[in-house]
């Protein structure tokens, strides 16, 4: 079955880079998109931004271009999630999501969530 | 950003009533639009796509209708597992995409 397993929780210093990866299984990897979704403690979803695994395209939310950068390896069904000079409302549970549909998008397969921790 | 603002942000109901949530977009967005349930400490949940299109292994007590800017989530029946948190998100593709910011529905 279609299974995404991301990579484990993060403390950081303000400033610092954080890595996710997600990766991917039960289907062709290059076959749909990955999307990044975030959510602070006790408030609601936000859309990061989109990247195609068949060629790399990406879309980023405008409130994060600049310091967030997507990418994927073919070669291991992985997707990252790069996100620079954090700060403490960085602080949140990071989801990966396959991005399926042809005309109409969805995001039906989903992550477990990586806390990252923003902190001095 | 298309903004999408939902109604109510919180209801109170209890099992076996009919419950409806509303999305509404800041421009016409045709029926690129999903909804999502979230339980506490779980990811979301894809339950409608393309404004009306019920996702495999959903309840049938769920639907979706809307179109342009205009949507509605009903619950005809409310289950004990449906009380949770509700998103509707916008899937322009050609745009970045939002969520509404979140109902959450609630055991009277």
């Known amino acids: 079955q279609v299974q995404l397993v991301q990579s484990g929780a993060e403390v950081k210093k303000p400033g610092a880079s954080v890595k996710v990866s997600c990766k991917a299984s039960g289907y062709t990897f290059t076959s749909y998109g990955i999307s990044w979704v975030r959510q602070a403690p006790g408030q609601g979803l936000e859309w990061m931004g989109w990247i195609s695994a068949y060629n790399g395209n990406t879309n980023y939310a405008q409130k994060l271009q600049g310091r967030v950068t997507m990418t994927t390896d073919t070669s291991t069904s992985t997707a990252y999630m790069e996100l620079r000079s954090l700060r403490s409302d960085d602080t949140a549970v990071y989801y990966c999501?396959?991005?399926?549909?042809?005309?109409?998008?969805?995001?039906?397969?989903w992550g477990k969530g990586t806390t990252v921790t923003v902190s001095s | 950003d298309i903004q999408m603002t939902q109604s109510p942000s919180s209801v109170s109901a209890s099992v076996g009533d009919r419950v409806t949530i509303t999305c509404r977009a800041s421009?016409?967005?045709?029926?690129?639009l999903a909804w999502y349930q979230q339980k506490p400490g779980k990811a979301p949940k894809l339950l409608i796509y393309?404004?009306?299109s019920l996702q495999s292994g959903v309840p049938s007590r769920f639907s979706g209708s809307g179109s342009g800017t205009d949507f509605t989530l009903t619950i005809s029946s409310l289950q004990p597992e449906d009380f949770a948190t509700y998103y509707c998100?916008?899937?322009?593709?050609?745009?970045?995409?939002?969520f509404g910011q979140g109902t959450k529905l609630e055991i009277k």
């Open positions: 393309a404004a009306s």
């Open positions: 998100q916008q899937a322009n593709s050609f745009l970045p995409w939002t």
């Open positions: 421009q016409g967005i045709s029926s690129w």
């Open positions: 999501a396959v991005v399926r549909g042809v005309i109409y998008y969805y995001m039906d397969v």
